[in-house]
């Protein structure tokens, strides 16, 4: 069997958005799956609109979710040479012809024919007159006329398009730039692209790019067009429905390995199987598994996968991605073990890594600012004998392991007579500034003897001041 290879084509006119996203990652694990190679291509034929801001922004966003690439990046305005030979072969061997007509004979046609109830087509003026490069002259395709060209979709299954209805397509402007169609095709023939996965929006592209392919004489790909994504009102997905770039759902705190999940998952399945790692998809990722039917964007599941991926992912791999949070929040983040151990006590309540870099304050903070309800209610007179014992049988501990400080607290709950919530409560805001946060004994198992006992001295004196 021949090397599986497909590529990922984005126009560098603005941001990577959840289609364009989605679009590589099927390309790339396909590629994967089957040990083949993935191209990264630059679309940027469009200069008035491409910008080398954008490229940037394309490869950011496809780094962030670990989408890497074989060869490339290919860019298309560097590729002028080889569209132009290709030009050449199909003047030469009678597929292409030079066409001179005006823009206002062309309008006047269009509407004409649209007018008479016809198709506003190329009606064929110069596809005999054999006319050479001229001023103003654009090369056309010479389309069949007749017949029909079938695009053999393996998602969609077979569509069959009438050449009558498909006219001579202009391959080259007159200002000597290839138009899109072409270039394309051209592309993939010389980067030996033999899977295309790509939007369904490209569906009517493709019968003009099967007539070219066999014009030059090469093999067709295998093409797979994917429905597109919709918003949760069924509507094709927009800004208003929340869709963003992809860096944007990376600077809200969501993991690459999430959104990869969330992706794949508009319009791919296993089965009832909803939570899948890098390396499961890798595995189980086949083109006949894409349905046929749109998927849907849901920002609710997409934040419950956030939680769940949050949830499996080791602490030591967590850090990296958690650490430019706590920089932005001022908190220090060299002390990489800290922040290792800081991780599983907030991953399980953390959505976001937002929220699990706000949660994580207290454990940074060196002055405790305690909040005005909390400590009115639970740093008062008799909270100071508890905390008071409890600081004293810190102090006696060899180990902060769980067991120990289990018997720290239940010897101040005997000594006391009081329950462990009533000692519990204020502990809690002594060590953290407010009523909610990680178990108590998780909390002084991070924290550590110092941070624990200087917190604790610091509410008893709170309290008899």
């Known amino acids: ?151 053999e979709d393996v998602i969609k299954g077979p569509i069959v398009f009438q050449n009558a209805e498909l006219d001579d397509f202009i391959i080259l402007r007159s200002d000597g730039h290839p138009t899109y169609n072409f270039v394309v095709v051209v592309d993939d023939v010389t980067m030996g692209i033999n899977h295309v996965i790509r939007g369904d929006d490209h569906v009517n592209n493709t019968p003009r790019q099967i007539l070219l392919y066999k014009a030059l004489g090469a093999d067709l790909p295998v093409f797979g067009h994917v429905p597109m994504v919709l918003g949760p009102d069924r509507t094709r997905l927009s800004k208003r429905h929340g869709a963003m770039s992809v860096t944007a759902y990376r600077d809200m705190g969501y993991l690459p390995a999430a959104m990869i999940n969330f992706l794949v998952r508009l319009g791919w399945s296993c089965g009832d199987e909803e939570f899948f790692t890098r390396n499961d998809l890798i595995a189980k990722f086949s083109i006949e598994n894409i349905g046929r039917s749109a998927g849907v964007f849901n920002p609710e599941k997409l934040l419950a996968l956030n939680a769940d991926h949050i949830k499996a992912t080791p602490p030591s791999e967590l850090v990296p991605h958690l650490a430019p949070f706590l920089a932005q929040r001022g908190l220090p983040v060299d002390d990489t073990a800290y922040i290792e151990k800081i991780i599983p006590t907030l991953a399980p309540r953390s959505k976001t890594l937002v929220e699990m870099a706000e949660a994580a304050r207290f454990y940074f903070e060196t002055d405790i600012a305690y909040d005005e309800k ?29 067991p120990s400080l289990e018997a720290a607290f239940t010897d101040v709950m005997d000594r006391s007579g009081l329950k462990l919530g009533k000692i519990a409560q204020p502990v809690r805001v002594a060590l953290t500034g407010g009523t909610v946060s990680p178990g108590i004994f998780e909390i002084i198992a991070v924290l550590g003897p110092e941070r624990t006992l200087a917190r604790l001295e610091k509410a008893l004196a709170h309290i008899r001041g």
């Open 1 to 151: 069997m021949a090397t599986i290879i497909t590529r990922f084509p984005p126009s560098p006119t603005g941001y990577l958005h959840l289609g364009g996203a989605r679009t590589a990652l099927f390309n790339w694990l396909y590629a994967r799956h089957t040990g083949g190679r993935f191209v990264l291509r630059i679309e940027d034929t469009d200069q008035a609109r491409s910008t080398q801001q954008s490229v940037d922004a394309i490869f950011e966003a496809l780094e962030w979710l670990g989408i890497d690439w074989d060869e490339g990046p290919y860019y298309q305005s560097r590729r002028y040479d080889i569209y132009n030979q290709r030009v050449e072969k199909l003047l030469e061997t009678g597929h292409a012809y030079y066409c001179e007509c005006s823009t206002e004979r062309l309008e006047r046609m269009r509407a004409e024919a649209l007018a008479a109830g016809g198709k506003p087509k190329y009606d064929g003026t110069c596809r005999e007159r054999g006319l050479a490069a001229g001023p103003g002259r654009v090369v056309r395709f010479k389309a069949p006329l007749s017949g029909t060209t079938v695009l």
């Open 374 to 402: 909390a400590a009115a209610k639970f740093l008062k007179p008799e909270a100071a004998e508890p905390l008071a014992l409890l600081t004293a049988n810190l102090k006696g501990l060899a180990d902060f392991d769980e």
